[in-house]
Structures are given as C-alpha cells and as structure tokens.
C-alpha cells in the first residue's frame, strides 16, 4: 500500500485560507468516505481535526474543514493563525481493512 | 479521560527485537469498543501504520511488516503489546500507540506521547 500523495509544504498569511490535497486511489481514498486528518506539533503527538472526509471531533475549530473529490481529499484551513503552523497528514481505510497515511504537509504561517 | 502511555527499551541492537507496551487509563482495553494500534514515525518523516489488535487477540498488520510484527493483549493489565522482530536500522523511529473507535474506519482519536526507539549496535 503506497503511501498518499500531499505536498511538502503550503503557506500562507495570518488571516488566510489555505487548502492541503492528499491524492490516493479508487482502492483507499476513492473507495471509501474514512478519510481523516491530523496535525502534529514538532514533539508532539498528531491530533485527529478530520475524520469521515468532513466531520470535526469535539473541540476542533470549525476553521478546519474536510472534502473529497474522487480520489483526492483536501483540508481547509480558514482564518490562518500562528498556531496552524504544524504537519498535516491524511489518512484513508483501505479495502484490506488497513490504514495507510499521506505523507505530509508542512503549513507556514508567513 | 483517555491516555495511553508507550514503554520500552529506547535502544535495541540490529537482527533482535523490538518490544513495546501501551498502558491505557481511562477506558478499557477489553471493553470491546475499540480497536488499538501502533503507529511509527522515522525520525523527520511521515507516519506509517504498523497494525492493529482488538481485545479478542484478532489483529490485522500492514502489508510491508506483517512478516515481522506480532502483537498482543493483557485485558487484566490494561495493556497491548507489539513486537517487531529481526530489526534494523530502518526501524529506527517514534513509536505511537493510538485508539480507534471503529474497525471500518480506524481514525485514531486518542494517541499516546510516543517513545523513541533506536537501532543500533
């Protein structure tokens, strides 16, 4: 299972919106509505903001937001601040009942 | 509140193996609600899932390591195992391990702090 395909970096101004592509195939991200998201702090353990392509667990800003096309999924991140600076991973369920996660994206806020 | 605590050694030599446990407090490794996993992460890389186990002993691994990895459960104790045989250099990483609320999803919505665990000689 190949690992999903985002880009290495995206940044953006405080106050801006910015969107993360995570790109798979009809076997994981086009084949099921499980695809998560997760921000991880330098040190720190990832954090799900994202899961079931749009739902936000408790607690989690709704300037986070999740969608799906095919067989790429995309987070937004509205209102950039200083503390969205972190990685981002996505993640899907897989036909073989696996996880597989993309491979991360470096936000930075200019 | 949930929390999941990795334990090991820090430093393990090549060809031998990995051994790592997750203590959870808060909730019930045997409860059958949730599915438990490990997850690693080489040093400046991205996250990778090893596997997972559920509280009856049934598992499902990536592909990749499923040739190497073994796990396992101590309801009495609260606390799932993994290990990962013949190592090397490559294995190298932070280890996580992480809650899923569900087998057809796996999102993980609790992670432990994570323990690094080294190869090397």
């Known amino acids: 299972q190949s690992a999903l395909t985002q880009p290495a970096s995206v940044s953006g101004s405080p106050g801006q919106s910015i969107t993360i592509s995570c790109t798979g195939t009809s076997s994981d991200i086009g084949g099921f509505n499980s695809v998560s998201w997760y921000q991880q702090h330098p040190g720190k353990a990832p954090k799900l903001i994202i899961y079931d392509v749009s739902d936000r667990p408790s607690g989690i800003s709704n300037r986070f937001s999740g969608s799906k096309s095919g067989n790429t999924a995309s987070l937004t991140i509205s209102g950039l601040q200083a503390e969205d600076e972190a990685d981002y991973y996505c993640s899907s369920f897989t036909p073989t009942r696996t996880r597989v996660f993309g491979t991360g994206t470096k936000v930075t806020v200019l | 509140q949930v929390q999941l605590q990795e334990s090991g050694p820090g430093l393990v030599k090549p060809s031998e193996t990995l051994s790592l446990t997750c203590t959870v407090s808060?909730?019930?490794?045997?409860?059958?609600?949730?599915?438990w996993s490990w997850i690693r992460q080489p040093p400046g890389r991205g996250l990778e899932w090893i596997g997972y186990?559920?509280?009856?002993?049934?598992?499902n691994f990536d592909p990749s390591l499923k040739s190497r990895v073994s796990m396992s459960v101590d309801t009495s104790k609260n606390q799932f195992s993994l290990k990962l045989n013949s190592v090397t250099a490559a294995d190298t990483a932070l280890y996580f391990c992480?809650?899923?609320?569900?087998?057809?999803?796996?999102?993980?919505?609790?992670w432990g702090q994570g323990t690094l665990v080294t190869v090397s000689s």
């Open positions: 992480a809650r899923s609320p569900s087998a057809t999803d796996l999102r993980f919505d609790y």
């Open positions: 808060g909730g019930s490794v045997g409860s059958g609600d949730y599915y």
């Open positions: 186990i559920y509280y009856s002993g049934s598992t």
